[in-house]
């Protein structure tokens, strides 16, 4: 993994009483596992930095709820309250201070419906959250998710997992974010195994022969 990842998954550690409720939807679970699809999504479209101020926003995005229901202003609570709180937390763990206002406004647009405009400068760490918080709708059913809300490709290839790491992890009151990190490196490596089977042509092996005889 990215070094600058890696630091933030050893540092970005959750406690229940962060959150100012309990709440069993939106929780440290559900935190841990936004903040994995956060690595995997940054990680496959290469946009680390952006990735690691989302893992920050992802820990605090629904940190002030006062509960599980449709809220409107859970995201302004958490910027407004959460963020000050945070923000030196943040710093020490190697975020630059010139990075806070992308933190804050990643948070404040993660639940409302407006997107930010594709060209904005924190376009992207904004839509890396989002796409992270969706792909773990599947914790109120499936028919909850909807695959067209999501803003990058890249997401439309991680919806199983989504359904996989929510399934697995789902009574999981003690989960940690490397437990999620090694559901997703198990899932991804059955994947490749599967995929490998359905399409040998493609092994290496297979390739190599070919073109060892066009070239000899
Ligand atoms: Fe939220
Ligand atoms: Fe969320």
Same mark, same amino acid.
């Not at 599980?68 to 945070?86: D, I, M, R, T």
């Not at 909850?144 to 809300?149: C, G, L, R, S, W």
């Not at 803003?151 to 290839?157: A, E, F, I, M, W």
């Given at each position: 993994?990215?070094?600058?990842? !890696?630091n933030?998954?050893d540092?970005?550690?959750?406690?229940?009483?962060?959150?100012?409720?309990?709440?069993?939807?939106?929780?440290?679970a559900?935190?841990?596992?936004?903040?994995?699809?956060?690595i995997t999504?940054?990680?496959?479209v290469?946009?680390?930095?952006?990735?690691?101020?989302?893992?920050?926003?992802?820990?605090?995005?629904?940190?002030?709820?006062?509960?599980?229901g449709?809220?409107?202003?859970?995201?302004k609570?958490?910027?407004e309250?959460?963020?000050? !709180?945070y923000?030196g937390?943040?710093?020490?763990?190697?975020?630059s201070?010139?990075?806070?206002?992308?933190?804050?406004?990643?948070?404040?647009?993660?639940?409302?419906? #407006?997107?930010l405009?594709?060209?904005h400068?924190?376009?992207?760490?904004?839509?890396?959250?989002?796409?992270?918080?969706?792909?773990?709708?599947?914790?109120?059913?499936?028919?909850?998710?909807?695959?067209?809300f999501?803003?990058?490709?890249?997401?439309?290839?991680?919806?199983d997992?989504?359904?996989?790491?929510? !399934?697995?992890?789902?009574?999981?009151?003690?989960?940690?974010? !490397?437990?999620?990190?090694?559901i997703?490196?198990?899932?991804?490596a059955? #994947?490749?195994e599967?995929e490998?089977?359905?399409n040998?042509?493609?092994?290496?092996?297979i390739f190599?022969?070919?073109?060892?005889?066009?070239?000899?």
């Amino acid at each position: 993994m990215d070094k600058t990842l !890696q630091n933030l998954v050893d540092k970005l550690i959750l406690e229940d009483h962060f959150f100012d409720v309990n709440n069993y939807i939106h929780n440290k679970a559900h935190t841990y596992r936004v903040m994995c699809h956060i690595i995997t999504l940054s990680e496959r479209v290469g946009q680390i930095r952006e990735g690691s101020l989302a893992m920050c926003a992802a820990f605090l995005h629904d940190m002030a709820r006062t509960d599980s229901g449709f809220c409107k202003l859970h995201n302004k609570w958490a910027a407004e309250v959460k963020l000050p !709180q945070y923000e030196g937390f943040f710093f020490e763990c190697g975020v630059s201070r010139k990075d806070r206002e992308e933190i804050r406004v990643a948070i404040n647009f993660h639940s409302i419906d #407006q997107e930010l405009d594709r060209f904005h400068p924190f376009a992207k760490t904004t839509a890396i959250l989002k796409d992270a918080d969706a792909l773990d709708r599947f914790r109120y059913g499936d028919d909850d998710f909807d695959a067209k809300f999501l803003r990058y490709k890249t997401s439309l290839q991680m919806i199983d997992f989504g359904r996989h790491l929510y !399934q697995e992890t789902k009574n999981n009151k003690d989960l940690t974010l !490397q437990e999620c990190l090694r559901i997703r490196d198990e899932f991804f490596a059955h #994947q490749k195994e599967v995929e490998a089977l359905l399409n040998p042509v493609e092994e290496e092996g297979i390739f190599r022969r070919v073109f060892t005889r066009m070239f000899a």
